[in-house]
């Protein structure tokens, strides 16, 4: 595994990292909350960004505007059944979804939902780290770089990790910031 491939692996986890974050609600309507829903669609599991037109009139609403109006009760049956934990409000064209005010208890489940992706993403990061030193310690015992290369290239690799893991601490602080600020 070359650096620059470690380095692409690792702002690949940050930015899984910061898709999982934009998926928990902070109290203000955000179309991102609504990107795991997937909807039983013609017996396929579809996610409901390509079956539905998803807008936010106004910070405290989402709409969604089904493509096809068939789709209607599924869209609603598969946001019921997701751990959005928002009740869809249908009027037979649109769903209207309802963000209420956070109360602090959820806010404090939120930080620690922000803080679990926030480690399973510094774990897929170690995980990049620990797959690059095996392949730089190969390297080094079939001979092809010598022990002072296979050392400067493990400290590369070293000073990646604990940027990206910086990356994703500066992430997870600004989301707490905007979870808890009411």
């Keep these: 595994m070359k650096l620059a491939d470690a380095e692409d692996h690792m702002q690949k986890a940050v930015d899984a990292t910061q898709r999982s974050f934009n998926t928990i609600r902070t109290g203000r309507a955000n179309a991102a909350l609504l990107d795991r829903v997937m909807v039983e669609y013609y017996g396929a599991p579809t996610p ?9 009139p106004d910070a ?19 946001i019921s059944m997701s751990d959005v934990g928002l009740t869809p409000n249908n009027d037979g064209s649109t769903i209207r979804l309802n963000i209420p005010p956070l109360t602090s208890d959820r806010r ?3 930080v620690k939902v922000a803080a679990k992706f926030a480690e399973e993403g510094k774990v897929a990061i170690r995980n990049i780290r620990r797959d690059a030193v095996d392949s730089i310690r190969k390297q080094e015992k079939a001979s092809e770089i010598s022990e002072d290369e296979s050392r400067d290239l493990q400290d590369k690799v070293q000073k990646l990790t604990d ?13 707490e910031k905007d979870i808890t600020t009411v």
């Design 48 to 56: 409901l960004k390509s079956l539905a037109n998803i807008s936010t």
């Design 60 to 78: 405290s609403t989402i709409n969604i505007q089904p493509f096809d109006r068939s789709s209607l009760n599924l869209v609603e049956k598969a």
């Design 163 to 175: 940027k990206y893991v910086t990356k994703i601490d500066t992430l997870l602080a600004e989301k």
């Design 108 to 110: 404090k489940e939120l």
